[in-house]
């Protein structure tokens, strides 16, 4: 059994500004790696010397190098919308799955977080289609020349079903992405032999990251069949460089193992793995940064730097409460009818 907890001396939105700013640049340092990842998916580098740094390399002499990191600023600006539909959702389904002890199974825990993904991800999904479109398009030649003229192109042209192309592949791909994090977390104590409460950080770490190497390589086949699905348009140049023809996610799935054999659904697969680590790590040490920063600002600390506990500070008490509280020995009275402490 495990009980859903946070660090309450974060208010919400210090808690969505953490996890946006620490999102943000672990998406821009790994971008080029994402940038390779995509192309092999959607099969604009068949026919082309493979792998990561020949992709990047090509890309770099034909575009620039800006165009390593295209779609990379869609990509960021969806991280706030996504990440507060994720967390709010989260808590709805925490709530739903908690029993009256306030406890939660960790395979219902498991199960709150993808549900919660994949709603936050079907409210963003046209963001997600329109950093596809971007990074498929030569930036010598845009068909796009950004998020709004992207939107309002392919609705005008296409639809505004167009815009959730490819969306039910997220929805089947969470079922292998669920059964791969359960894998993990039951074999963890295997792994390390020993209790997962004793657990160091850098052990964590390892967990995090050996979780998103396996719930990503089970799902990424639908991941495959979504690029291709949101990168095939007749409005595109060669149809959005996209190297199989079909007629829907069933087809899609059908033509490629036809063409390039089973294999073929993992394309892409060493780019993707590749930038687990660099993500991981940039994202939580930016995260326990902008942390540090918030909890010295709330008063629960003596310094920004560290993680050293202010003296005399009730670290149990909500931000609002401790400000209540430092407002009450200075003027003697408190805003709230209740008792802070």
Known sequence: MATWRRDGRLTGWQRLLCAGLAGALSLSLTAPLELATVLAQVGVVRGHARGPWATGRRVWRAEGPRALWKGNAVACLRLFPCSAVQLAAYRKFVVLFTDDLGHISQWRSIMAGSLSGMVSTIVTYPTDLIKTRLIVQNMLEPSYRGLLHAFSTIYQQEGFLALYRGVSLTVLGAVPFSAGSLLVYMNLEKIWNGPRDRFSVL??????????????????????????????????????????????????FRQIVKTQGVLGLWNGLTANLLKIVPYFGVMFSTFEFCKRICLYQNGYTVSPLSYKLTPGVDQSLQPQELRELKKFFKTGKLKSKKPTL
């Open 203 to 252: 052990q964590n770490f390892a967990n995090v990251c050996l979780a998103a190497a396996v719930t990503q390589t089970l799902s990424f086949p639908f991941d495959t069949v979504k690029r291709k699905m949101q990168a095939q348009s007749p409005f595109l140049p060669h149809c959005g460089g996209v190297d199989v023809h079909f007629s829907g996610a069933a087809d899609c």
